[in-house]
């Protein structure tokens, strides 16, 4: 399971003209090419310009990334990648360095980028299918941003066709992804009647609008009325489904607290990721039928845990290989029970440097081993989730383990709870209880009347 890659074809601005002008299958060679004269006074310079809050991963990070997850695990049974390939900034870096360039071109070499990637990593894995769903930065037009049946979509549509390793597969994207980047496929065997469902989900995101800038709600309600549908009909065939998108649904935990008290105010609610809870109630009320979802976006290890009338689901959020969040790069290792379509266990590695440049990957932790759970169902994530939930100062040892490996690459080292966390993870014990409310229910009126009522008791 990788995410959030944030590769940033720019990073030796001088090379971009042979980008642009080249297919994406000649871009290995391009970027891995000697360094142009000049190449950090100009990207220094680029990311200036374009304001940039951090370094996305160059050529070496992502080469380092995808050789460490060869090593450790050369042929998986199929490869996962959770949205958001595209550096953050893209639209301004491509715009700044090709003033000409049309809309189209812009399209086309965005389109490019992601056929790139698909291209590495099915060199990286060639007898292994590669699933992959857009984030939000993974527009034809710009962040957040995206019109439906767009040519975009339609040039990434055959990228992931061509990497899903099955014929009948491969034909569900091309004829079904353009619309809106969603899809269903079957996964491989010995995975005992299971489908992934694969959804674009920035048109549900509350910053969403088309490539005109106008406000577009009617795409988003498209994109719930196919998973339902979808949903409907494997729960008729008694299939299990996994669910993967970008951004997830439920509570932005970090800007939520950010109301302190305010949230507990008459009017006031907690801010979610998404403009509202359709996919939310999507998922959990068909909560027989799905054994996980997987997400991403805040770059961070989370677990979560999506209730609902219909029960409970196990969402997993995937860490990122961009170091922008000041996480290190990692990527994740999962067992999976193939009867039951449940994942047992997972491992996370991470390097112990930003650049890749001589990096060295290490396992920092083993789900089963940190969070004493037997498995990563729903049952053992409710009880999990519960446990944090308890544990007000989070003093029991599955707590203390998730703060000290929730931003990768600072639990190799950490000892404690409290010691060489990063600083996301010392902002998470600052907040445990709003985050194990967040945690163990992703609506947001029960996010409200967890921590109010907490609140009202001290």
């Known amino acids: 399971m990788l995410s959030d890659i944030h590769f940033d074809p720019f990073a030796d601005p001088k090379k971009v003209d042979a980008l642009r002008k080249a297919p994406a299958s000649e871009w290995d060679a391009i970027l891995r090419s000697p360094d142009t004269a000049q190449k950090d006074i100009d990207f220094?310079?680029?990311?200036?310009?374009?304001?940039?809050?951090?370094?996305?991963?160059?050529?070496?990070?992502?080469?380092?990334?995808?050789?460490a997850a060869q090593a450790t695990m050369p042929n998986p049974l199929f490869v996962t990648v959770s949205g958001d390939l595209m550096a953050h900034q893209f639209d301004c870096k491509f715009k700044t360095l090709e003033k000409d360039a049309s809309e189209a071109e812009y399209s086309?070499?965005?389109?490019?980028?992601?056929?790139?990637?698909?291209?590495?990593?099915?060199?990286?894995?060639?007898?292994?299918?590669?699933?992959?769903?857009?984030?939000?930065?993974?527009?034809?037009?710009k962040d957040y941003r995206e019109d439906e049946d767009s040519d975009y979509l339609k040039a990434d549509a055959k990228s992931f066709a061509a990497v899903a390793m099955d014929a009948k597969n491969a034909a569900a994207i091309e004829n079904t992804f353009p619309m809106l980047g969603d899809?269903?496929?079957?996964?491989?065997?010995?995975?005992?009647?299971?489908?992934?469902?694969?959804?674009?989900?920035?048109?549900?995101?509350?910053?969403f609008s088309n490539c005109g800038g106008d406000k577009d709600e009617a795409s988003a309600a498209k994109q719930v009325a196919w998973l339902r549908a979808q949903l409907a009909e494997a729960r008729a065939k008694h299939e299990h489904v996994w669910v993967m998108g970008h951004i997830p649904p439920g509570v932005n935990v970090f800007a939520a607290s950010s109301?302190?008290?305010?949230?507990?105010?008459?009017?006031?609610?907690?801010?979610?990721?998404?403009?509202?809870?359709?996919?939310?109630?999507?998922?959990?009320?068909?909560?027989?039928?799905i054994s996980l979802a997987i997400f991403a976006h805040t770059h961070m290890d989370e677990i979560r845990l999506l209730r609902?009338?219909?029960?409970?689901?196990?969402?997993?959020?995937?860490?990122?290989?961009?170091?922008?969040?000041?996480?290190?790069?990692?990527?994740?290792?999962?067992?999976?029970?193939?009867?039951?379509?449940?994942?047992?266990?997972?491992?996370?590695?991470?390097?112990?440097n930003k650049t890749g440049i001589d990096a060295t990957w290490a396992k920092e932790y083993d789900f089963k081993t940190a969070?004493?759970?037997?498995?990563?169902?729903?049952?053992?994530?409710?009880?999990?989730?519960?446990?944090?939930?308890?544990?007000?100062?989070?003093?029991?040892?599955?707590?203390?383990?998730y703060?000290?490996?929730?931003?990768?690459?600072?639990?190799?080292?950490?000892?404690?709870?409290?010691?060489?966390?990063g600083f996301r993870a010392i902002g998470l014990v600052a907040m445990w209880h709003e985050y194990a409310c967040a945690a163990s229910d992703g609506h947001a009126v029960a996010y409200r009347s967890c921590v109010c009522s907490a609140s009202a008791t001290k």
Request: aromatic residues 8%; hydrophobic residues 40%; contains cysteine.
């Open 308 to 352: 609902g009338k219909g029960g409970v689901v196990a969402m997993k959020m995937v860490p990122s290989i961009t170091t922008v969040g000041g996480n290190m790069s990692s990527f994740s290792v999962a067992q999976v029970d193939p009867v039951r379509a449940v994942m047992t266990d997972y491992a996370v590695y991470s390097a112990d």
């Open 259 to 289: 109301m302190g008290q305010k949230v507990c105010t008459t009017g006031n609610v907690a801010d979610e990721f998404l403009s509202n809870e359709d996919l939310l109630d999507a998922l959990t009320d068909y909560a027989d039928t």
């Open 44 to 67: 220094a310079a680029l990311q200036q310009t374009c304001r940039a809050k951090g370094v996305d991963p160059a050529m070496p990070l992502v080469v380092s990334s995808l050789k």
């Open 108 to 141: 086309a070499f965005a389109a490019k980028t992601i056929a790139f990637l698909a291209w590495e990593l099915h060199h990286t894995f060639p007898k292994s299918p590669v699933y992959i769903s857009l984030g939000n930065n993974d527009s034809g037009c």
């Open 403 to 421: 703060a000290k490996y929730y931003q990768t690459g600072t639990g190799q080292q950490a000892g404690l709870l409290g010691t060489n966390l």
């Open 183 to 207: 899809y269903s496929v079957t996964l491989p065997t010995p995975m005992a009647k299971t489908r992934l469902l694969v959804v674009q989900n920035i048109f549900e995101s509350k910053s």
């Open 371 to 401: 969070y004493k759970a037997k498995d990563f169902s729903a049952a053992s994530v409710d009880a999990l989730t519960a446990g944090f939930l308890a544990d007000p100062k989070a003093d029991s040892d599955p707590s203390k383990a």
